[in-house]
């Protein structure tokens, strides 16, 4: 199967070898952990076996492979078509050398490590897909779609950096644009009907998560912030409506775990906000930093957590034979996301008022990527966000490399020691 | 009973025992930073009994793990540190090897915010040693050295080594040591003011860290913010001397 996606076999055993241990030390080594995370284990120890299998089995039915890198391409619409939705974000410091032949030194390491792992060969996700969606989001990723899609086919969206009138339509048009493209690649019409079907498997996936975050403002806190990470990075790959169902039974068991108080650490343990980049699997570092160091993650406000999951596309009063108005209304839910590139973007400071206060967060990291100017730039106003609230805000600024994790300790422990 | 302190820096360890009760220093000692710390380390706090320790400093959990002594941050004893120095204090400075700290205090020694700069060597104490060397003084002479020069001789790159590289250029220009040596201390001192300006200026200031003997140092950072800085007795010692006061504290 490797060979046939083209992979270089010894690379991508090393990072599957590098993986496995990460994994282990970080996530089985955690205790009280909640039973259906035994899913997301098998999730993750399949991540490069049974997952990738079942794509390839999809495309030998006719099913396209669609690799997107951002929140902002709906997947409904390419469910719709019936093709297979994939996250391609990556999170791991492989492949920096091959990317730096081609990017700038100073790239951010999430751009760095996609285009290393393309160039690497080393993602049978990119491999396998038929071609993949980019976005105008930040200068970084909108240049690097010109490079990348010399290797790979790049379909690229332009996102607007405003929410003025003028831009919300040509997000509206360029939501026509790729079902157009869509409907081409696919050979399948995208009706109201096969739509309507796909917001609803796609809602329920959000409805899912943002019940697990409900659940988070429990003290003691049912689940390690690692853990609901990791739900959050398997949201963008696993089959939708297996990943709800088996998501909705870990609910089940937090719930009776917050009935019975009960938790994964003691009752008035630290709690910690997480705001800024993505964190992209498998980059794991600043959470387990954090909770090895004695606090609990109450919250991610990122594109890999309920920046990217908490709107759902609401259908109230809309004709439901009408492609058109539900596009619409598509493409109105996935205006509301507050990323960093957009001007002015008070909502993101709204939304990590409302998530402290809900979750019960006695502070906030904030995680910016080094050289990621959009998130970089506004730990400013959150700074003065957290002021207002009276909580304090810890700024970092990091890699994909473990060189830094000592200094980060400091600046985690300390920063612990102010919220105890 | 006695509480002792000892802050592992990446350049000397200090091991400060106090009276509990008073916070009186009754026994203070400093050794260079070497490569078998562990031992060294053991050595150095056999040399006084006391009832409770704490570690502090960038080598903390390596006496952790080796001899199960329990830790605080830098940050925090510093905080508590120069509390004890400087009663009300607001803010500490801490010029170190490897990095530069200012933390913001609420008065009593609680830790508002604080910043710390570990990336970039030119930032911190390390670069003045390695710009004095080049320049052939003794790193004692060094500040009083700089106040001699004439203020105009201009280091602009970020990178401590390219700052050195540019001492190297200057000298081959003929500039004078003296001017050198003032431009080496202008752009640490801008470097640290800018670091200060983000966490908020609020004195009394307290500047810790071996870079607080340094007068012309001093005297730039004060000229440029406005403000006295205030200089402990013993400046290298507040770390260990915060340590202290904070083992005292947790087993009063
Ligand atoms: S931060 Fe912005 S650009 Fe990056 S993945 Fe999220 S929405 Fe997309
Ligand atoms: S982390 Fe920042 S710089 Fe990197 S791709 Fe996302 S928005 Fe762009």
């Known amino acids: ?420 | 009973m006695r509480a002792a302190g000892l802050d592992i820096g990446s350049r000397s360890v200090e091991f400060v025992v106090i009276e509990s009760e008073t916070g009186r220093v009754v026994h203070e000692r400093e050794i260079p930073t070497g490569p078998a710390m562990a031992e060294e380390c053991r050595l150095l706090v056999d040399e006084a009994p006391f009832d409770r320790l704490l570690a502090t400093g960038y080598g903390r959990s390596l006496v952790e793990v080796s001899f199960g002594f329990p830790t605080v941050t830098e940050i925090k004893a510093f905080g508590r540190g120069a509390q004890a120095a400087h009663p009300g204090c607001r803010m500490v400075l801490d010029v170190g090897g490897q990095d530069t700290k200012v933390i913001a205090l609420n008065g009593a020694g609680k830790v508002l915010r604080f910043e710390m700069n570990d990336r970039c060597a030119a930032g911190a104490g390390r670069f003045l040693e390695m710009t004095a060397a080049a320049l052939r003084y003794e790193i004692d002479d060094f500040g009083a050295a700089a106040r001699q020069g004439a203020p105009g001789t201009v280091i602009s790159s970020m990178c401590a080594v390219f700052s050195e590289s540019e001492v190297v250029g200057l000298m081959t220009k003929g500039s004078r040591r003296e001017d050198i040596a003032r431009a080496v201390h202008d752009s640490l001192a801008r470097r640290i003011v800018s670091q200060m300006r983000r966490v908020g200026i609020s004195p009394p200031i307290v500047f810790a860290g071996g870079a607080a003997r340094n007068p012309c140092l001093r005297h730039l950072i004060e000229q440029d913010i406005g403000q006295a800085l205030v200089v402990p007795e013993a400046p290298q010692r507040i770390g260990a001397l915060g340590a202290a006061m904070l083992a005292a504290e947790a087993s009063a």
Not at chain 1, 198 to 221: C, F, Q, S
Not at chain 1, 285 to 296: I, Q, R, S
């Open chain 1, 1 to 420: 199967m490797w060979t046939d996606l083209g992979l270089d076999l010894e690379a991508h055993a090393g990072l599957m070898n590098v993986l496995g241990s990460f994994y282990t030390d970080i996530y089985l080594t955690q205790t009280n952990r909640p039973k259906g995370m035994e899913y997301l284990d098998f999730v993750i120890s399949e991540v490069h076996g049974l997952r990738i299998e079942e794509l390839l089995a999809a495309k030998a039915q006719g099913r396209k492979v669609i690799g997107a890198f951002c929140l902002y391409v709906p997947e409904e619409i390419l469910i719709a078509a019936d093709a297979v939705s994939v996250g391609l974000c990556a999170g791991a410091d492989i492949g920096t050398a091959q990317a730096e032949q081609v990017l700038p030194r100073n790239t951010c390491a999430l751009i760095k490590s996609f285009f290393g792992f393309k160039l690497a060969g080393l993602c049978p996700y990119v491999e396998a897909c038929d071609f993949v969606i980019g976005e105008t989001t930040c200068d970084g990723k909108t240049k690097a779609y010109e490079i990348f899609n010399q290797y790979k086919e790049t379909f690229v969206l332009e996102v607007p950096h405003t929410k003025s009138p003028a831009a919300t339509k040509l997000w509206r048009s360029e939501i026509g644009r790729l079902v157009e493209k869509v409907e081409t690649a696919a050979g399948k019409k995208i009706t109201a009907a096969n739509l309507l079907k796909a917001i609803e498997t796609v809602n329920a996936k959000r409805a899912v998560l943002g019940r697990l975050n409900l659940l988070r403002a429990a003290d003691p806190a049912p689940i390690s912030g690692r853990d609901a990470l990791l739900i959050n990075q398997v949201a963008f790959y696993d089959d939708p409506v297996r990943f709800t169902k088996k998501i909705g039974e870990l609910c089940d068991e937090l719930e009776a775990r917050v009935a019975a108080r009960e938790g994964v650490a003691p009752k008035g343990t630290p709690r910690v906000l997480l705001s800024g980049c993505p964190m992209a699997i498998p980059n794991w570092k600043v959470p387990f930093l954090v909770e090895k160091n004695g606090a609990v993650i109450v919250g991610e406000e990122s594109c890999v957590g309920e920046r990217g999951t908490r709107n759902l596309v609401d259908l109230t009063g809309v004709d439901i034979s009408d492609r058109d108005a539900i596009l619409d209304r598509i493409a109105e839910r996935y205006f509301k996301i507050d990323c960093a590139v957009f001007t002015p973007n008070a909502d993101r400071n709204l939304h990590v008022r409302e998530m402290s206060a809900r979750n019960h967060a006695g502070g906030v990291i904030h995680y910016a990527i080094q050289f990621c100017t959009p998130y970089l730039m506004e730990a400013h106003g959150m700074e003065q966000t957290a002021r207002e609230m009276e909580i304090p805000l810890l700024r970092l600024e990091t890699d994909y490399s473990m060189e830094d994790a000592p200094q980060l300790e400091t600046r985690i422990q300390a920063f612990l020691e102010m919220i105890r």
